[in-house]
């Protein structure tokens, strides 16, 4: 499993480059914190808790990343089985359908293709996450008001990645003996919402 693992979900198979944490600072730090608990072996429901004296801005700012690294990894992976003639709509089964809009090149709810979606939505949070106005990394500079409101944006994308995997490429995800990996990342991501409300629950239905 542990090579399989190692061959499917390889840096080189992400969907977009991955963002890193610059050595030295607050973030970085955070980030291995959060990392060591991880290979720990820790509950998930503990490791995503808080850590005490931390900022907890600080902390979303972390694991948005980290999710965006991760679920940009597992969907890079599974793209060569997401096309536009396998999976015309962005769904999630019969019963759910994603629209994608931007206020940019999208002002209003458009029907796209899983590939498109998954296209728009990458390059979209890489964006976000680059913006020093929203995700400041210098010292001493504050995160905006509306940072917790960006991050639920962000995250309730991101758990769409998951809906479509599980519903519609869950088979080709078993066919790589991935699931165990997928499932556990799964698993981080939801604890991770919920523990700090960032997602409402009724986005959370299709899985």
Known sequence: MALCLKQVF???KTFRPR?????????FELYKKAQASLKSGLDLKAVVQLPP????????AVHVVDFFNRINL???????????????????GLKYEYRWQDDSKYKKP???SAPQYMCMLMDWIEMLINNEDIFPTRIGVPFPKQFQQVCTKILTRLFRVFVHVYIHHFDSIINMGAEAH??????????????????????????
């Not at 969907?75 to 769904?91: A, K, L, Q, V, W």
């Not at 990342?185 to 239905?205: A, G, N, T, V």
Request: proline fraction near 4%.
């Open 10 to 12: 390889n840096k080189d």
């Open 19 to 27: 963002k890193k944490f610059e050595p030295g600072t607050q973030r």
């Open 53 to 60: 004296g931390e900022s907890i801005n600080d902390w979303i």
């Open 74 to 92: 597992i969907y890079g992976t599974m793209s060569e089985y997401c096309t536009e003639r396998s999976c015309p709509i962005m769904s999630g």
């Open 110 to 112: 458009t029907k796209l």
């Open 182 to 207: 997928v499932n556990t990342c799964y698993k981080h991501f939801y604890y991770f919402i919920r523990e700090f409300s960032l997602i409402d629950h009724r986005e959370l239905e299709p899985l």
